[in-house]
């Protein structure tokens, strides 16, 4: 079960779930997307998936999200909500687990944002799960450019549907990042959803290829 948190921050105390798993080698940062807070099924079915394979988690939310809002806090808040949150996790995390930060869409790239602006000691990676790189409909490549600036190792999760994030854009400038990886789901979209026929859950694979990568990391 995830414990219901508050996670001090410059902007005031935001609301987190922190899922302790014994034996996890990892706590993983976990912000959630523009579109659904921190409790939607994704965020829960990942923080499950993680938990089985012994990954704790410590996710955070943008107060809009908790107001009911539509539209998400801004990108500059929230990139110091993302700094806040990793900071907070240094205080919970158990002496034998370390670091690692991203999340869902929006909150993996403001991590990463964060991350690259400054470096946080405390974070030894970072993993997306669906990268955001481009508006739906609109392709390009800016939103990635601050990846080069990261100088630790990077795992992206992508669906090969995405249509946030075209997948001939995304494969070179991973492939350009010494320290990043990509793994596609084939049909999923975004929010990392398959159709029925695809055989297999999403969220497990996504699992897998997260664990996989913390795993290398020493």
Partial sequence: MSEPIQIPTPRG?????????????WLYVFGHGAGAGMSHAFMEAMTEALAQR???????????MTAGKRRPDPPAMVEVLARSACAYA???????????????????RMTS???????????EALVFLGFPLHPA????????????????????VQGTRDALAT??????????LPRATLVELDGADHGLDVP????????ERAADAVAAFLTGCG
Avoid: N, Y
């Avoid at 991350?115 to 946080?120: D, I, Y």
């Fill in 113 to 123: 944002r964060a991350q690259a602006a400054a470096a946080m000691p405390a974070i």
């Fill in 54 to 64: 012994r990954i704790a988690t410590l996710r955070w939310e943008q107060p809009a």
């Fill in 196 to 203: 029925k026929k695809a055989g297999f859950d999403p969220s």
């Fill in 13 to 25: 105390a935001i609301a987190g779930l922190h899922r302790d798993v014994r034996g996890a080698r």
């Fill in 167 to 176: 997948p001939s854009l995304l494969r070179p400038i991973v492939a350009a």
């Fill in 137 to 156: 409909g609109e392709p390009g490549t800016e939103r990635a450019r601050h990846l080069a600036d990261v100088a630790i190792p990077m795992r992206c």
């Fill in 90 to 108: 240094q205080s919970i995390a158990r002496k034998t687990q370390r670091l690692c930060a991203g999340g869902k869409s929006m909150g993996g």
